[in-house]
């Protein structure tokens, strides 16, 4: 199966952007639908955004709707999270996740990365 690695976290203001990066190894990343999930400090993961295998269709939590873009350019084996206007309850460890093409629609994803931390400064 196909090994994720989460990089582009840090720290940034209130209203900044940051890209997460998530590098897929292993196997084919084009036959994998990708998300993206966070976990703040005392508080469970929650779904950010998802996007099917091919990168055609997305989907967002309401949460961060018009703010981040989810897309994957698997001739890189890659996938990203461009995230704007961040704000403090952006603040969070960022996981990217992959698994068989369907689970875009359930978002019962089975491989997961290590996360990357995103801090948020008001």
């Known amino acids: 199966q196909v090994q994720l690695v989460e990089s582009g976290g840090g720290l940034v203001q209130a209203g900044g952007s940051l890209r997460l990066s998530c590098a897929a190894s292993?196997?084919?990343?084009?036959?994998?639908?990708m998300g993206w999930f966070r976990q703040a400090p005392g508080k469970g993961r929650e779904f950010v955004a998802a996007?099917?295998?091919?990168?055609?269709?997305?989907r967002y939590a309401d949460s961060v709707k018009g703010r981040f873009t989810i897309s994957k350019n698997n001739a890189k084996n890659t996938g990203y999270l461009q995230m704007s206007s961040l704000k403090p309850e952006d603040a969070a460890v960022y996981y990217c996740?992959?698994?068989?093409?369907?689970?875009?629609?359930?978002?019962?994803?089975?491989?997961w990365g290590q996360g990357t931390q995103v801090t948020v400064s008001s």
């Open positions: 996007v099917t295998a091919s990168g055609v269709a997305t």
């Open positions: 996740a992959a698994d068989r093409i369907g689970t875009y629609y359930t978002l019962d994803f089975g491989i």
């Open positions: 292993g196997r084919t990343f084009s036959d994998y639908d």
